[in-house]
């Protein structure tokens, strides 16, 4: 249901997106079946949108610098292969497999997919690529890091140490002390990693050429549901005795109130889910659009319009892109914050959850 | 890989990779940072309360010291005015001592005047009686006739010679 809604909405964007570059090319059609080709291929908006927002197979560094990546594959006749995606271009079947909109299928002998057969897809796609450069650059930050700690015992910080220790101690004294109280110590590593997972890969996906890692659903889902698992396994009693009975609730209102607690349970990581996976997306979505326009113009009027254009959208370009910078940080934080006030929300030891709305009285505060 | 339908992929990688990266960064990155952080903290907690400490140690000390240094003049100044006093009253001493030694010998001078006066008077009247007698004897032999005479004569001379 969700997943149709966001599609068609996706499909008028891209529609309104490419609506230049299709009216264009049917102004083309009359000079023949080639012109026409190239035309739509270079313009189609959407689908270049689409193709810098989602999972690929090789890493795109520039138009035509791909670095291949490997295809993992699981089928129950065959077990584990492994080849690479430089195999897969362009519609290509190998092994029988042929990659269709980023779908692997098994093919036969005359290229009909075989439905049937079901090919479980464990390849190191750029995404999977960008998430262990992500994870390699974390740990050799946070190694040099700590080594920092080791070696400048008892003095002032340094270097990489002296730029990220203020961000460590943001985390730690404006997150997870506040939200957490005293037992902030427990969940501040899950905390960091958070931060900084989110951190350095909306920076990364920034990057010309880097992939949109945590503007994919599968990413900020695994994420949301490891949040959804630490709150709810820390959940106290009164975390759990505030589900089924919600304090200051009159009893009418209960039949209604505990199915809205209890969907808030799943909302609140799903919320985490598609906020991050939605704001970093859009900023993609934006920049790209920006930077489409100056083809359209290009299409629509020649190449002096599209560099009259260009000197319009490269300064709103490069304001969005501060403003990315900014979301970035700003994303990290969110999730990290909201993460550690979920925890605080179910680990918290008073009864008086209700935000003072309750019926305790004055003499209760 | 549609935008919305998590490719099971990517949610194996980023379960593994998440996971690994977590258990790696919190044993070697985050375990060593917080510590560091809080060892740092708590050395300069504990630094700035000596220094309070010190702080408090230094005017404790302070106070003292001007407490000794006011005992020290006051005492300074009682033996100033014990060691005045103590002079002043030998001088005294002294001088009533002086005055009593001259007060002696004044009286001794005197007495001995007064003696020497009466040698000399005791003297003097044996040297007028010698005299006297002498002149009695003159008289009398020059003037043995006339008996009222030498009579007269006689008193007169024993009622000067008293005059001493």
């Keep these: 249901m969700m997943r149709r809604l966001f599609n068609r909405f996706f499909v008028v964007t891209s529609l309104f997106l490419s609506s230049f570059g299709l009216a264009t090319a049917q102004e083309h059609t009359l000079d023949g079946q080639e012109t026409h080709q190239e035309q739509k291929e270079k313009f189609n908006v959407g689908e270049m949108i689409m193709h810098h927002i989602r999972d690929d197979r090789g890493w795109e560094f520039a138009h035509g610098v791909t670095l291949p990546l490997p295809v993992i594959l699981y089928t129950a006749d065959r077990g584990l292969e492994v080849f690479s995606s430089s195999h897969l271009n362009h519609g ?58 080791a070696k400048n015992k008892g003095k002032a910080p340094k270097g990489l140490q002296s730029f990220l220790e203020p961000i460590v101690m943001f985390v730690r004294d404006e997150i997870a002390k506040p939200n957490l109280g005293p037992q902030y110590e427990k969940y501040l590593p899950y905390l960091l990693t958070l931060f900084f997972f989110i951190l350095i890969n909306n920076l990364l996906g920034l990057l010309p050429g ?16 490891i949040t959804f698992f630490v709150v709810n396994l820390n959940g106290n009693k009164h975390y759990w005795a505030h589900l089924v009975k919600p304090t200051g609730v009159p009893v009418a209102l209960l039949p209604i109130m505990i199915p809205v607690e209890i969907v808030g349970v799943f909302m609140k990581p799903f919320s985490l889910m598609v906020r991050l996976f939605a704001n970093i997306t859009a900023g993609h979505i934006i920049i790209l659009s920006l930077i489409s326009l100056i083809f359209i113009a290009n299409n629509l009027g020649g190449s002096a319009t599209g560099w009259g254009i260009s000197l319009i959208v490269a300064p709103f370009t490069i304001f969005m892109n501060l403003i990315e910078l900014l979301v970035a940080f700003l994303q990290a934080f969110i999730f990290t914050l909201l993460t550690s006030m979920y925890i605080g929300s179910a680990i918290e030891d008073h009864h008086e959850a209700d935000h003072g709305i309750g019926y305790e009285g004055p003499e209760a505060h | 890989m549609d935008l919305l339908t998590p490719d099971i992929g990517l949610l194996f990688w980023q379960i593994i990779i998440f996971g690994a990266l977590f258990f790696i960064l919190s044993k070697f990155a985050w375990k060593p940072i917080t510590q560091s952080l809080k060892e740092r903290e708590t050395n300069i907690q504990s630094a700035l309360d000596l220094a309070e400490k010190t702080r408090q140690e230094m005017a404790l000390l302070k106070a003292d010291n001007e407490k000794l240094l006011a005992e020290a003049r006051s005492e300074r100044e009682s033996i100033l005015r014990g060691a005045k006093e103590a002079a002043d009253r030998l001088v005294a001493d002294a001088q009533q001592k002086a005055q009593v030694e001259a007060n002696r010998i004044l ?8 003696n020497e006066r009466q040698a000399l008077v005791t003297s003097m009247k044996k040297e007028v009686v010698t005299l006297s007698l002498d002149i009695a004897e003159k008289v009398l032999r020059r003037e043995l006739a006339d008996q ?17």
């Design chain 1, 92 to 149: 290509e079947v190998y092994n029988n497999y042929k990659s269709e909109h980023g779908h692997l299928y098994r093919v036969n002998e005359a290229g009909e997919p075989l439905k049937d057969v079901k090919v479980y897809d464990f390849s190191i796609t750029k995404n999977v690529a960008s998430l262990m450069l992500s994870a390699i650059l974390l740990i050799l930050i946070f190694r040099s890091v700590a080594s920092g700690y």
């Design chain 1, 210 to 225: 880097g992939a949109n890692l945590t503007g994919n659903i599968a990413v900020t889902l695994v994420l949301a549901v």
């Design chain 2, 107 to 114: 009286e001794q001078a005197r007495e001995s005047m007064q």
């Design chain 2, 148 to 164: 009222s005479a030498q009579e007269k004569l006689v008193q007169d001379l024993v009622a000067n010679s008293r005059l001493n």
